[in-house]
């Protein structure tokens, strides 16, 4: 297939209709289209495409890398997304939490060797720490070591290894079971956040209606709750989520 041909079939696959942000892999992804299919939001992929079209509301998904996200929701290049707290707040994405998903549960921790000298944070002081999180851990440590901060450096993976690399004194990484940090030998000194995954929507008129066709029941220029209700219904069935709307 041609890269025209590919970009026509995903123009006609998202226009007019309400645009809905899953990622496309990584941990967020099939906890994602688990979602998906217990809402009875069904739709077909085609091979090498991003965009899917939605069979049951006039809606497409463009599977989208998760920490990309928060940026085309924010800047209303599409309606809604599903993706982690975690890339949000390192985004500084302007964005409406809709709903925790209750999937994607892990803490950002500060992490050193176990036989680190290092006991707390604030022992990192002018020192190196190696991150994928860098907006985050800047602005933990301007709060924790004032004046002091470590030099930060970015990864976009692995993160884990640095220390046995020599190329950070401490990492700031993700955390869910402590299996891997305790397999490289680190342990957590510190928490910055939580996160888990979230429904997101954009703040201002670009994730509304607008332009693009509603669904028919979405008379008034709002948010597609349509979409919304769907998550909702499944999210109610299997118990324990938050609304924030």
């Not at 289209?33 to 809606?59: E, F, M, P």
């Not at 929701?73 to 998903?101: F, N, P, Y």
């Not at 939580?194 to 703040?203: C, P």
């Not at 008379?219 to 609304?243: E, P």
Request: contains cysteine; charged residues 20%; neutral net charge.
């Amino acid at each position: 297939m041609s890269s025209n041909m590919s970009l026509s079939s995903e123009a006609d696959l998202i226009d007019g209709k309400l645009l809905f942000a899953i990622p496309k892999k990584g941990r967020l992804y099939e906890p994602s289209v688990s979602l998906l299919q217990n809402c009875d939001l069904k739709y077909r992929r085609k091979h090498r495409l991003d965009v899917a079209g939605c069979l049951t509301l006039n809606v497409a998904f463009v599977f989208l890398p998760a920490a990309d996200i928060p940026l085309y929701v924010s800047q209303g290049r599409v309606d809604l997304g599903i993706t982690g707290q975690d890339v949000i707040a390192e985004a500084r994405a302007d964005v409406d939490e809709l709903v925790k998903l209750d999937f994607g549960k892990c803490r950002l921790h500060v992490q050193v060797p176990v036989n680190s000298a290092c006991k707390e944070p604030k022992d990192l002081a002018g020192r190196r720490v190696v991150t994928s999180f860098p907006n985050l851990t800047k602005k933990y440590f301007e709060e924790q070591v004032p004046g002091q901060e470590p030099t930060v450096h970015f990864v976009s993976g692995s993160v884990e290894v640095a220390c046995s690399l020599g190329v950070g004194e401490g990492i700031v990484d993700l955390v869910e079971s402590g299996d891997t940090m305790r397999a490289v030998g680190l342990h957590a000194i510190g928490e910055i956040m939580s996160s888990e995954a979230v429904l997101i929507a954009n703040k201002s008129s670009t994730h509304k209606v607008g332009g693009r066709k509603p669904c028919p029941a979405c008379t008034d220029d709002s948010v597609c709750w349509c979409l919304v209700r769907a998550v909702l219904r499944c999210l109610l069935a299997i118990g324990g989520f938050t609304w924030h709307g």
